[in-house]
């Protein structure tokens, strides 16, 4: 296998950041108009993680002039109870972008609490909606680290087109929805999985390869075609030299001699995730501004 001699470490903190600016001057805009966007978080028990990210969303949503409602609920809270504050949420017109955090206690359905969020304010594009509107390339609310790994790779490559992307994993979360905006953007697409044979030959296929499986340095460099392009998605916790740190899907040391760009972990994929967040938070707002746009032009009044 032939090195490539200059690798470019790909920044998801300075792509971040320049993505929650373009989306602060947005709100700026929109608050002169006399328009302040809305996003309600909404945390059920008290899992440690899922308190910083709670916090993290909020934090980040203030910094770019989002207003951000919190509905902290404890953790015996009733899944009718979660489905009548979504009710509410959805009917709030203050209210424009709606996060259940995950994941939920056991006794409560996830999928029917997902489903409960109005397709138009669902930032985290989880309804099935949004999600049949992604495989149609429609102008739909889509989840937000893919989203964010296409950013990183429009920046890292420019024109996306004709190249073959090779995604790792078949989550809905990450996998599918990455293959599908990988599509729009009309690559060619391989997905790949636990139970593909000869995983190493199909990834040394990749001119842009992304790992999403939560295995840590599953991916060495002989899985890589000189010179792909390599999004790290996942974020998995190791004791290593006696302390605990996160590392990828990808062996950084081992990859980096054959990649033309790389995500780091941590630094790289991960602050993308709430940056996109943020912008999905306007492009919902947008959407229901064009649905009621079109629900005046079809009953104008009086109706």
Not at 70 to 91: F, M
Request: charged share 20%.
């Amino acid at each position: 296998m032939n090195a490539i001699p200059s690798v470019k470490l790909i920044d998801g903190k300075a792509t971040a950041a320049r993505v929650l600016a373009e989306v602060r001057e947005q709100v700026d805009t929109l608050r002169r108009g006399g328009v302040q966007p809305g996003l309600a978080v909404v945390l059920v028990g008290l899992d440690a993680a899922s308190q910083v990210y709670v916090r993290n969303k909020v934090l980040r949503a203030d910094e770019v002039g989002i207003r951000s409602l919190e509905q902290r609920l404890p953790s015996d809270t009733s899944q009718a109870a979660l489905l009548d504050v979504i009710d509410r949420l959805n009917r709030d017109p203050r209210v424009n972008g709606i996060l259940v955090q995950l994941p939920l206690p056991d006794h409560i359905d996830e999928h029917q609490v997902l489903q409960a969020i109005s397709p138009l304010k669902d930032v985290d594009g989880f309804h099935s909606e949004n999600v049949g509107g992604l495989a149609q390339g429609r102008d739909v609310l889509t989840p937000c680290t893919p989203s964010g790994c296409m950013r990183l790779l429009r920046d890292a490559c420019g024109d996306l087109r004709g190249k073959h992307a090779v995604v790792i994993g078949r989550s809905n979360i990450v996998g599918k929805p990455m293959a599908a905006l990988l599509l729009q953007a009309d690559c060619t697409v391989t997905v790949v999985h636990s139970r593909s044979h000869d995983l190493p030959a199909l990834c040394r296929q990749a001119d842009i390869l992304v790992s999403a499986v939560g295995k840590p340095r599953l991916i060495g460099a002989d899985w890589l075609k000189p010179g792909a392009v390599v999004i790290d998605v996942g974020i998995n916790r190791i004791d290593e030299d006696g302390r605990s740190r996160l590392v990828g899907d990808v062996d950084l040391a081992a990859a980096l001699p054959y990649a033309s760009a790389i995500t780091p972990v941590p630094g790289g994929v991960g602050p993308m995730t709430i940056a996109y967040l943020m912008k999905n938070t306007l492009l919902a707002l947008d959407l229901q501004q064009q649905a009621a746009q079109r629900e005046r032009t079809a009953c104008p009044s009086p109706c």
